[in-house]
């Protein structure tokens, strides 16, 4: 399935992926790395249980951005069908490499996710991680908030990882704090536990020893992203 791209902050985000630094970075391999996924996913599963999810096979995600498909592996392997898994990817590069990871019975679609068609209140969850603080245009931000607020069902909401602080040495990415997030979605019920050990850190101390990362991240002035459910009342 395929949506039409349109120049404009579409084309300017695919500029600024080509110009990032090379995906070693972000291996699974580097200590920090799993360290950080690892503690995403412990936040993720006690945010389902406190939502009382104790099937996940039955509910549906779409993922905004959803890369080469790691963040849905991961929700493979946490419980969820592929069946009801689905994503939306503007990168051809990156979407072919979803298209080879992931199992035939998950939907991928490339394009724009804000002009994607896509059943309205049809997902459980719409899941962005780290995908705002690459879109530096506020109209296009809104306009794929709104999308997203669309195919959220009521009682369902939008799952959100980003970082909150800007990056001196990256002007490709900017930042999105909770106040903006509530902007965004004006009318969900915003719950939001701030994570992550700040990433220049985090390589640091785990290069010495990956039992720092905890040490470090205790202390919440040094994380830098947020976990954020936005949830969508019912009727």
């Keep these: 399935m395929n949506s039409t791209t349109p120049n404009g902050e579409p084309h300017a985000v695919a500029q600024r992926y080509a110009r990032r630094a090379g ?14 996924l690892h503690e995403r996913q412990r936040a993720m ?11 996940l096979t039955s509910r549906r995600v779409l993922e905004v951005g959803c890369g080469t498909g790691g963040n ?5 392997r946490l419980g969820f069908a592929p069946g009801n898994l689905a994503g939306i990817e503007l990168l051809p590069d990156r979407f072919a490499q979803a298209m080879q990871v992931l199992p035939s019975g998950v939907t991928l679609m490339q394009g724009d996710a804000s002009i994607a ?17 690459s879109l530096l245009d506020a109209p296009f931000q809104w306009r794929l ?9 009521p009682g369902g909401g939008v799952l959100w990882y980003d970082f909150t602080v800007n990056n001196p040495r990256n002007p490709d990415v900017r930042g999105v704090n909770v106040a903006r997030i509530r902007e965004l979605f004006p009318e969900g019920r ?7 050990l700040a990433p220049p850190i985090a390589r640091r101390v785990c290069a010495w020893h990956p039992v720092l990362y905890p040490v470090f991240n205790a202390l919440p002035l040094l994380r830098t992203h947020v976990l954020a459910w936005i949830e969508k009342p019912r009727p």
């Design 145 to 153: 908030a709104q999308a997203m607020w669309r195919w959220v069902r």
């Design 45 to 55: 599963l006690r945010l389902f249980a406190h939502l009382g999810w104790t099937d």
């Design 72 to 76: 849905l592996l991961e929700l493979l």
């Design 23 to 36: 995906a070693e970075r972000y291996s699974a391999l580097n200590a920090d790395v799993w360290q950080t």
């Design 190 to 196: 915003l719950q939001a536990r701030r994570i992550t």
């Design 117 to 133: 068609r896509f059943p309205d209140e049809s997902e459980d969850i719409v899941l962005q991680s780290t995908v705002f603080s």
